[in-house]
Every structure is written in structure tokens, then in C-alpha cells.
Nanobody, 127 residues
């Protein structure tokens, strides 16, 4: 069974940086799409970044230019480097994965695009 575990969340001041990690295990697929979502308090979960089977990436407009998704294919780990953090970035951050070869859709990921979810890691940005 595929497991997804996030780490790296925490509290940071506005303008600061954090790097989130997403470790996966139990894979039987040779390729997949990995993504990050976030859910601010009292709001809906939104997709913010995805990295596809060919290594290409997409981002939501809200994080474009500040966040960078990357992955270590040999270890099935994805990262989300977050810079210039703002209080509006405060949320629970989730890693989610879609199995199988996935081509770049040219848009931010959506909840229905993914199957396997982690439990989330909290990011709090103070002003």
C-alpha cells in the first residue's frame, strides 16, 4: 500500500522560508505525479504545485515565483521550497500523488487528480 508522509512544516515570520518534504513508500509504479495542496483555516483545499513524470512543473498563481517543487526520483521524495512567505500562506500543507505516467496538464493540480494523500504538515506564517 502506498504511504505518503509530509514533514518540514513549522512557524516562520513573514518573508521567511521553509522546505517541506514528502516521502512515499510502497510504490509499484515506475512513474507518477507528485503534488502539493494546502488548506487554510476555514477554507477549501487548493492545489498549489505539481511535478509530472517528465519533470515539468505547474503552479497556482498564488505561489508562482515564490514556491518551487522538485523531486528525488531515486528516493521517491518530493520537496516544496517556499520563499517570501506571507501570513496568507498559513495552512495545512498536504502532499498527494497520482500513480502512473502523467503528462503536464498546464494547470495547478485539483483534488480529483490525485489518489494518495498524506496527513499534512502545518505551516504558520506570522506578520
Amino acid at each position: 500500500q502506498v504511504q505518503v508522509v509530509e514533514s518540514g512544516g513549522g512557524s516562520v515570520e513573514s518573508g521567511g522560508s521553509l522546505r517541506l518534504s514528502c516521502a512515499t513508500s510502497g510504490w509499484i509504479y515506475s512513474s507518477h505525479m507528485m503534488s502539493w495542496f494546502r488548506q487554510p483555516p476555514g477554507k477549501e483545499r487548493e492545489g498549489i504545485a505539481a511535478i509530472f513524470s517528465d519533470g515539468s512543473t505547474t503552479y497556482a498563481d498564488s505561489v508562482k515565483g515564490r514556491f518551487t517543487i522538485s523531486q528525488d526520483n531515486t528516493k521517491n521524495i518530493a520537496y516544496l521550497e517556499m520563499n517570501s512567505l506571507k501570513p496568507d500562506d498559513t495552512a495545512m500543507y498536504y502532499c498527494a500523488v497520482r500513480a502512473g505516467y502523467t503528462s503536464n496538464w498546464g494547470r495547478a493540480p485539483r483534488i480529483n487528480d490525485v489518489v494518495f494523500w498524506g496527513q499534512g504538515t502545518q505551516v504558520t506564517v506570522s506578520s
